[in-house]
């Protein structure tokens, strides 16, 4: 989808490099393979970006995709599929290009990985075989703080989910609300994840990247949203029903959201997470489901992922017991029928989906441990 600047008043393309030094300004340089090919809203703001960048290399796949050597074809409006050649579980495609990556401003703090050329979270792997965190007051504080930022994001974005809107557009609303509360937008570049927060549609179960693909009726879509704040993160998401679904879509939110509701009810000083999944898998077995296996819960804190690990499935083998001042996600992701696979995924090295392409759903909320029990930290307020 093309980006657009009219505060002039007149109708001027963005350049479309991914990686544009100059932060995509207005541009007037069309590439002219494109324009020969017929490829609409090709744009930059200079012509070196095609011939000496990996964006311009990217780009020109493009060229080759219509010129027919992938087996593929653009769009008129120069949308296409990525991987034509590759065997899809589901119904589901991606809907390329991807939008430019979205910039932050200079002045909003910002986690290790962020301008990292691989995305490496240096930090966690500093304490990757260390104890859970005990945060002090001052530090659940903060937790509180980017907890709810989280929240009032997510509920911003979740406002705009209906047919015709794209998850790219879903994503802008997210990035532009996560700057204004002079946050950074944890997903982004975290391992090179292209854009700031994951769009899971039907068959995919996590980390979906949003893409100019427009959200159809009957679709269900996961919105996963983490914000870094003042030195520390928050994670959660919500699967929301686009237009009218079916009952079987809507029995699988409903099984997933209680699946998550049940977890966080045996959440108190001394209890096991090993005992999370134990609250989790009988819900969803009876309700004709499976839970995944291969994702887990994870610790939360100033760093993005750490420990406890925290699987969703009966019979694990999470080692330890929770203690007031921790703060961890639990996040089932439930696939509709017996398999609880998450092996397949896309060559975008991110998107899972389930290996039959039966649909799947996934809540996540940020908890606290208390003195007394527990505290969703990323509750809605009417909670």
């Not at 075989?129 to 997510?154: C, H, W």
């Not at 509920?155 to 994503?171: M, Q």
Request: charged content about 25%; glycine content about 6%; hydrophobic content about 30%.
């Amino acid at each position: 989808m093309s980006s657009t600047d009219t505060s002039n008043g007149n109708l001027t393309q963005l350049c479309k490099s991914a990686t544009c030094p100059n932060g995509n300004p207005a541009s007037k340089l069309e590439c002219p393979t494109c324009s020969k090919l017929g490829i609409s809203g090709s744009f930059f703001f200079e012509m070196s970006t095609l011939l000496t960048t990996a964006a311009g290399k990217n780009h020109k796949k493009i060229h080759d995709i219509v010129a027919g050597s992938t087996g593929s074809s653009v769009n008129k409006d120069g949308t296409f599929n990525p991987f034509p050649k590759f065997k899809f579980t589901g119904a589901l495609r991606p809907v390329y290009p991807l939008s430019p990556k979205r910039p932050v401003p200079a002045h909003i703090a910002r986690p290790d990985y962020a301008d990292d050329p691989e995305g490496y979270p240096k930090s966690e792997r500093t304490r990757a075989a260390q104890e859970p965190r005990i945060l002090n007051a001052g530090e659940i504080e903060k937790m509180r703080t980017v907890a709810r930022f989280g929240r009032e994001i997510l509920d911003l974005a979740a406002s705009h989910v209906k047919p015709g809107v794209t998850t790219d557009e879903l994503d802008a609303i997210v990035h532009e609300a996560t700057i204004a509360r002079n946050a950074y937008p944890s997903p982004l570049n975290y391992r090179k994840f292209p854009k700031s927060h994951c769009t899971s549609v039907n068959e995919v179960i996590c980390h979906g990247i949003p893409d100019a693909r427009k959200l159809e009726e009957g679709d269900i879509v996961n919105l996963d949203v983490s914000v870094y704040y003042d030195g520390f993160h928050s994670d959660l998401n919500a699967t929301y029903p686009v237009g009218k679904i079916s009952e079987e879509d809507q029995k699988l939110i409903d099984t997933t959201r209680k699946c998550l509701d049940e977890a966080i009810k045996i959440c108190k000083p001394d209890a096991l997470f090993r005992d999370i999944g134990k609250a989790i898998e009988p819900i969803a077995r009876a309700n004709g489901c499976s839970v995944v296996r291969a994702y887990t819960g994870h610790g939360i804190n100033n760093l993005f992922h750490c420990a406890p690990n925290i699987p969703h499935y009966a019979k694990n083998k999470a080692v330890g017991r929770m203690k007031p001042g921790m703060t961890f996600t639990i996040e089932p992701m439930i696939n509709l029928g017996p398999s609880y696979a998450a092996d397949d995924h896309w060559p975008d090295n991110w998107t899972c989906t389930t290996s039959d392409g039966n649909r799947s759903a996934q809540f996540e909320e940020t908890l606290l441990i208390t003195e007394t029990g527990v505290e969703i930290l990323t509750a809605p307020k009417s909670s």
